[in-house]
């Protein structure tokens, strides 16, 4: 703990942007130190990565997260070789699939979808077409709110998706 606080926050605080930092840090604080910051650097071993490991799925956090948990780890134990705290990094290996599959809607649900949406008497005609467009087009939620009249050549069939809203 005191190596990661006294020496890598510090170092990539002045490498990496602030929100970086910031995540970096909530998975030291949240994830990381409860389950192995009593443990020496030295002691740190495959056994004990892969019981945090454990922790972390009891947890619920998604393979994804513990992914990126691990890199965030993995960085620090890294500066620690680089300085000399320790011999080698010891290593998990992360199973299961990290990116979840997509849902595609069937033919009747994509129906009952867009009647549901020309039903809706709450719906504004602006908020009606932008979903039909997302809807038809496949682009994201902020392209579409991006979209602007001249992105769209109704002659050549065409929309022109340059910017997206956050």
Do not use: C
């Amino acid at each position: 703990v005191d190596f990661i606080r006294n020496y890598h926050l510090p170092k990539i605080t002045a490498e990496l942007k602030n929100r970086t930092v910031i995540n970096r840090v909530g998975h030291f604080e949240n994830n990381i130190f409860p389950v192995i910051g009593n443990v020496k650097l030295r002691s740190l071993n495959t056994q004990k990565m892969e019981q945090w490991l454990a922790e972390l799925t009891r947890k619920g956090l998604a393979k994804s997260t513990q992914a990126n948990q691990y890199r965030t780890l993995q960085g620090a134990l890294k500066d620690a070789k680089s300085q000399g705290f320790i011999d080698e990094i010891p290593k998990i290996k992360i199973t299961g699939k990290l990116k979840k599959s997509k849902k595609v809607l069937k033919k009747t649900e994509a129906t009952q979808l867009l009647s549901a949406i020309q039903r809706d008497t709450k719906i504004t005609d602006d908020v009606r077409n932008l979903l039909t467009i997302i809807f038809w087009t496949g682009v994201r939620l902020g392209e579409g709110l991006a979209l602007h009249k001249d992105d769209f050549d109704l002659v050549a069939n065409k929309i022109k998706i340059s910017r997206t809203v956050g």
